[in-house]
């Protein structure tokens, strides 16, 4: 056994400080194993009956085995925000867009509170009007069914929590560049007082594109 296997740790040690969740014993147990058995050699070796892992080895939240001794369950967080599994392999951008996206939500919680009363959507509409310059330069939608996956991938307790990262399926803006004079003018019209949905407005975009020989981009893009 060479020194680095030496200082490997057993699986034990990972389990009471719940590295594997909070179910029974048994299933914890389960989970642990089957973990162990998929990181292969160099990462997880069998000693006996019981299993060693790497202090490099990756738990399923992301985090390696050496950071969780350390710091044991406690969730990691980013200016006092939770952060998601796997967050450990951000880079700045990432970081960054998981921060406005709940900065995003404390301005649309501020203006419930400052209208009370008024719709999810009338109240994205009114940040996107007092704050559209910022939207913008964060590639962050202000259409409220987005929005509302935004802040369901902020939110610990809810399936989708993945901080938010990047926008699911490509990068911010990719695609979007070349529809820029119409996705400005679709943004302009939603942002009206009467409070248009995107699809009649897309409809009409399409015909001015056609006419001044733009490109139009999909409605799903101009939703986005």
Same mark, same amino acid.
């Given at each position: 056994?060479?020194?680095?296997?030496?200082?490997?740790?057993?699986?034990?040690?990972?389990?009471?400080?719940?590295?594997?969740?909070?179910?029974?014993?048994?299933?914890?147990?389960?989970?642990?194993?089957?973990?162990?058995?998929?990181?292969?050699?160099?990462?997880? $070796?069998? =000693?006996?009956?019981?299993?060693?892992?790497?202090?490099?080895?990756?738990?399923?939240?992301?985090?390696?085995?050496?950071?969780?001794? !350390?710091?044991?369950?406690?969730? /990691?967080?980013?200016?006092?925000?939770?952060?998601? &599994?796997?967050?450990?392999?951000?880079? /700045?951008?990432? +970081?960054?867009?998981?921060?406005?996206?709940?900065?995003? !939500?404390? !301005?649309?919680? =501020?203006?419930?509170?400052?209208?009370?009363?008024?719709?999810?959507?009338?109240?994205? #509409?009114?940040?996107?009007? /007092?704050?559209? #310059?910022?939207?913008?330069?964060?590639?962050?939608?202000?259409? &409220?069914?987005?929005? @509302?996956?935004?802040?369901?991938?902020?939110?610990?307790?809810? =399936?989708?929590?993945?901080?938010?990262?990047?926008? +699911?399926? =490509?990068?911010?803006?990719?695609?979007?560049?070349?529809?820029?004079?119409?996705? /400005?003018?679709? $943004?302009?019209?939603?942002?009206?007082?009467?409070?248009?949905?995107?699809?009649?407005?897309? @409809?009409? #975009?399409?015909?001015?594109?056609?006419?001044?020989?733009?490109?139009?981009?999909?409605?799903?893009?101009?939703?986005?």
């Amino acid at each position: 056994m060479d020194i680095a296997a030496a200082d490997w740790i057993g699986l034990p040690k990972l389990l009471p400080a719940g590295a594997f969740g909070v179910g029974s014993g048994a299933s914890r147990k389960r989970a642990a194993r089957r973990w162990a058995a998929k990181l292969g050699p160099g990462l997880a $070796e069998k =000693r006996g009956a019981a299993w060693f892992v790497s202090p490099a080895a990756r738990l399923p939240d992301g985090r390696t085995v050496e950071a969780f001794v !350390k710091v044991g369950a406690k969730p /990691e967080t980013l200016n006092g925000f939770r952060l998601p &599994p796997g967050a450990v392999d951000w880079g /700045e951008p990432e +970081r960054q867009r998981f921060l406005d996206t709940h900065e995003y !939500k404390r !301005k649309v919680v =501020r203006a419930g509170e400052q209208h009370p009363g008024m719709t999810f959507g009338g109240l994205v #509409a009114i940040v996107a009007r /007092e704050d559209g #310059a910022w939207l913008r330069s964060r590639n962050l939608s202000s259409n &409220p069914d987005r929005v @509302r996956i935004y802040f369901r991938r902020i939110d610990p307790r809810d =399936r989708l929590f993945d901080g938010n990262a990047l926008p +699911r399926g =490509r990068p911010p803006g990719a695609g979007a560049g070349k529809f820029k004079r119409i996705l /400005e003018w679709i $943004e302009a019209q939603y942002l009206q007082p009467n409070q248009r949905r995107v699809a009649p407005i897309w @409809r009409e #975009a399409k015909l001015i594109a056609k006419r001044d020989g733009l490109p139009c981009p999909s409605l799903r893009t101009a939703q986005g």
